[in-house]
């Protein structure tokens, strides 16, 4: 369990629900579906390290330690009881770690937009050389144009999610950016998934170009029992379809 010191909101009441946030974002990544569970639940969010409020840690970590991060998080927060864990892109990855190693917290883990493996590392590797070389901002404007859908973008809420998510990622300190990125670049759950014993929802975004659908197939298919469900928007999927995210959980919970 790691010590480092994360920001974190907690609001609603009832069942405890932790929402764990992409790369490059922060906990207001979920504002949407936070304001929407919080009617009928506990809704912890919070900012990975390297992100938003939390303590920077620029040395070399991988995903386990997130999952490391978050179980300290889930055991000052829920004493005594299980969470449901909900995690998109690098908050999935953070998922998959955490129900494989931890499935006494859990009562369900959700993992969207998200993948298991990376085969070809060099994407990473690009974007982490013109981070230490030009900064965040460089590689800014490409990633929130792959966030969400030029669709949405084209409206007026649309737009203002796009400038504060641009805003926030631009804000991430490059250090602990890159040491993120490393970290995402080399996942591999692909012996840890077959074990997982939680249960488990895979949703996967119809034009998601990041973490395309195909690898919440692969997901789905690897985890004993885990359901996939679509929802039709690109990566930030919570963001751009809060309503419909939200409703994808509730409906899932209710199953159980």
């Keep these: 369990m790691s ?105 369900s883990v959700v993992i969207a937009n998200s993948s298991a493996f990376y085969p070809d590392q060099s994407p990473w590797a690009a974007r982490v050389q013109a981070v230490a070389s030009q900064g965040v901002a460089a590689i800014a404007p490409g990633a929130v144009s792959r966030w969400l859908t030029p669709e949405w973008v084209s409206t007026f809420e649309g737009e203002a999610a796009a400038r504060a998510l641009q805003d926030t990622l631009e804000k991430t300190d490059a250090a602990g950016y890159i040491a993120s990125c490393n970290a995402v670049a080399a996942i591999d759950f692909r012996q840890s998934n077959p074990r997982i014993a939680v249960p488990t929802l895979v949703v996967g975004g119809l034009q998601d170009e990041a973490t395309p659908l195909a690898m919440s197939k692969e997901m789905a298919d690897a985890i004993p029992r885990a359901r996939l469900v679509t929802i039709n928007a690109a990566h930030l999927s919570a963001v751009e379809r809060p309503a419909d995210f939200a409703n994808l959980l509730i409906d899932f919970w209710r199953s159980l």
């Design 3 to 107: 010590n480092i010191q994360l920001n974190v909101v907690r609001e609603g009441e009832g069942p405890i629900v932790v929402l764990s946030h992409a790369l490059g974002c922060d906990l207001h990544m979920w504002d949407g579906v936070a304001a929407l569970l919080a009617r009928a639940h506990t809704v912890v969010r919070y900012d990975h390290r390297n992100h938003g409020g939390s303590a920077n840690s620029t040395e070399a970590f991988g995903i386990e330690t997130l999952a490391d991060d978050v179980i300290g998080l889930i055991e000052r927060e829920a004493v005594g009881e299980t969470v449901h864990f909900v995690g998109l892109s690098m908050g999935g990855m953070t998922a998959q770690a955490l129900a494989a190693r931890r499935p006494d917290l859990l009562r």
